[in-house]
């Protein structure tokens, strides 16, 4: 298991925001995590990439456990997080993006050739499709500068990557690009978590869909034998669903 949350728990005032939620990530996995508005989703993003600390709970990373208190840890550890603002720089090309922060402080004409060749080698590696490399990022469409951003997050070589909204406001083409990518990931062996409120894009990619409700636990469920039915009964609370399977 790479992943394992358990009953993990965080409190803003009066808001109990997560309340003992158990997650789990494997390897070659891609888990969903869905939920309503306020179901929990962000915060427990945010106590695995290590930018808040939970109140209670484990986690587990790789058969240990492990403390996450602040983003350098969860990316020690091997955890990249891809957010929904990307943090990409419009002005700098897709090499100057990949390697923002991680340029050597002497720069040479051999150090910029090693990092266009790296560059062109992962992104041919995960079948990204980018005409110029050398183009600012604010020339690219929606799906190529997402396709950038969880190129970036490879570079660490993580054994988890977690994408927040992959797809919101992509177009048709776009997100089929975007999911494919997903898909990628696993098929390198990657442990995935995908948050997304697009079920039909969670349905097309993932292998488990975990749900969470008022900061709990809602349903833990295998994609291939769950219903859309099923699902939005989870989010919603409801009993007997009527939504289309």
Excluded at 168 to 183: F, I, R
């Amino acid at each position: 298991m790479t992943l394992q949350v358990s009953g993990v728990s965080k409190r803003y005032g009066a808001v109990q925001a997560l309340d003992g939620v158990d997650l789990s990530v494997e390897a070659g996995e891609v888990v969903a995590l869905v939920g309503d508005n306020g179901a929990g989703k962000s915060t427990l993003v945010k106590v695995v990439s290590g930018v808040i600390t939970p109140d209670s709970g484990t986690l587990e990373f790789e058969g240990r456990t492990v403390r996450i208190n602040r983003p350098h840890d969860a990316q020690a550890l091997g955890i990249s997080t891809v957010y929904q603002d990307l943090a990409l720089c419009e002005n700098l090309d897709v090499v100057g993006n990949l390697f923002l922060g991680s340029e050597e402080r002497r720069w040479s004409l051999m150090r910029g050739i090693r990092m266009e060749r790296r560059a062109r080698d992962l992104l041919t590696s995960l079948d990204v499709r980018i005409r110029d490399i050398s183009a600012p990022v604010a020339a690219l469409s929606g799906g190529q500068r997402q396709s950038v951003a969880i190129t970036r997050a490879l570079l660490g070589e993580p054994r988890l990557v977690i994408l927040d909204e992959p797809t919101a406001a992509l177009g048709v083409e776009q997100t089929a690009q975007v999911l494919d990518l997903v898909k990628r990931l696993r098929d390198r062996g990657l442990a995935v978590m995908v948050i997304s409120h697009n079920l039909a894009d969670v349905r097309a990619v993932s292998d488990r869909i975990v749900v969470l409700r008022l900061g709990r636990n809602a349903g833990d469920f295998r994609t291939a034998d769950t219903s859309q039915g099923a699902i939005v009964a989870a989010i919603t609370g409801l009993e007997d669903p009527t939504w289309p399977q």
